[in-house]
């Protein structure tokens, strides 16, 4: 059974940093692509940043690129969002998933292409 997990969100000031990090478990994930979304109350699940696990290959949604990088760790199983220059409107849940890139395109951002999802950690940024 798949499982994964999100850690590292927190409460920080404008301008800071956070690292998210991502436990995945349960299947090899060398077909898969792991991606980054984030939900604030009211508003619909956004699309952050994905990583193909093959071979690394990244991209962003347009919110935080420039500001974020998206990696992972082969040996642990392990997928990292490092958040940096943070502001007030990066408030908001931030979800891990993962897909099947025999089913989905690396680069299709929708979240009903991925099939499996964390339950999330708030990142709660103050003014």
């Known amino acids: 059974q798949v499982q994964l997990v999100e850690s590292g969100g927190g409460l920080v000031q404008a301008g800071g940093s956070l690292r998210l990090s991502c436990a995945a478990s349960?299947?090899?994930?060398?077909?898969?692509?792991m991606g980054w979304f984030r939900q604030a109350p009211g508003k619909e699940r956004e699309f952050v940043a994905a990583i193909r696990w093959s071979d690394g290959s990244t991209y962003y949604g347009s919110s935080v690129k420039g500001r974020s990088t998206i990696s992972r760790d082969n040996a642990k199983n392990m997928v990292y969002l490092q958040m940096n220059s943070l502001e007030p409107e990066d408030t908001a849940r931030y979800y891990c998933a993962a897909k099947n890139l025999a089913r989905h395109y690396f680069n299709d951002d929708r979240p009903t292409t991925y099939d499996y999802w964390g339950q999330g950690t708030q990142v709660t940024v103050s003014s």
């Open positions: 349960g299947r090899p994930f060398t077909s898969y692509a």
